[in-house]
């Protein structure tokens, strides 16, 4: 008993295309893979690091990333904006979000100096204690550029914020700003604030389910179509 394979040119075409995709689709699920690993990696060394000033000149946010940092200067207590709707221990809050006056130098950092519960009431937002002094803040850099999902074309409402739009933030306040988000760990303003920032893995291990997805629907492709393709031989006897 022998057995034919002859497939037609347009099924040839059609597998090798939708293999290909899938094959490239997956090659770059693993990619990201790899860029979650080595950002999760240097987090985990910049941490070991000692804590660095940040400076009053012009920064780039590539160059402070992950990074601890220290610095210095005055809140401007009247750009304070409340994130709505953060989450700490199952419980709705807000997110407290005040520029930071540097002592040396024109430029602001805006620090996100930690969470707070929502009252009874959502048009009584809570009270928050801004220090007059100089302080001296120590937080880890983060991106001002990550904007959450909205729900409502609506972002600003007083100084209540549904997510953070750093470049509208910009334009309302006219403060010349660092592009970094200042995340305060240190505990030094005793402001009843919660900085319990999250320490999330890499976040590498769905992209690579994602991958091993996408291998397999090119392997199960190529299978089905040597199934379909492949014949007895009716000719013989």
């Not at 946010?61 to 009247?78: N, T």
Request: proline share 4%; no cysteine.
């Amino acid at each position: 008993m022998s057995y034919q394979f002859r497939p037609r040119w347009w099924t040839v075409i059609l597998t090798l295309v939708f293999v290909a995709i899938f094959v490239r689709l997956g090659m770059w699920q693993l990619s990201r893979a790899n860029e979650k690993i080595d950002r999760h990696e240097k987090i985990a060394q910049y941490a070991q690091e000692p804590i660095v000033t940040l400076p009053s000149s012009p920064i780039k946010l590539e160059d402070f990333l992950h990074r601890q940092v220290e610095v210095r200067g005055h809140f401007i207590k009247e750009h304070a904006i409340y994130l709505d709707n953060k989450i700490y221990q199952g419980r709705v809050g807000y997110e407290i979000l005040a520029p930071l006056k540097m002592r040396n130098g024109e430029f602001h950092v805006l620090v996100n100096r930690g969470w707070v519960a929502s009252g009874g009431d959502r048009l009584n937002l809570p009270e928050i204690f801004f220090p007059d002094e100089e302080v001296v803040i120590s937080g880890i850099v983060a991106s001002p550029m990550v904007r959450a999902i909205q729900l409502t074309d609506e972002v600003v409402s007083g100084n209540l914020w549904v997510s953070l739009d750093f470049d509208l933030y910009k334009e309302k306040t006219g403060l010349p700003l660092h592009p970094v988000l200042l995340l305060q760990q240190d505990n030094r303003i005793e402001d009843g604030l919660i900085r319990q920032w999250a320490q999330s893995d890499s976040g590498a291990s769905k992209n690579i389910g994602y991958a091993f997805q996408w291998f397999f629907f090119a392997l199960t492709l190529s299978i089905i179509f040597l199934i379909l393709n492949v014949k007895r031989n009716s000719s013989e006897k």
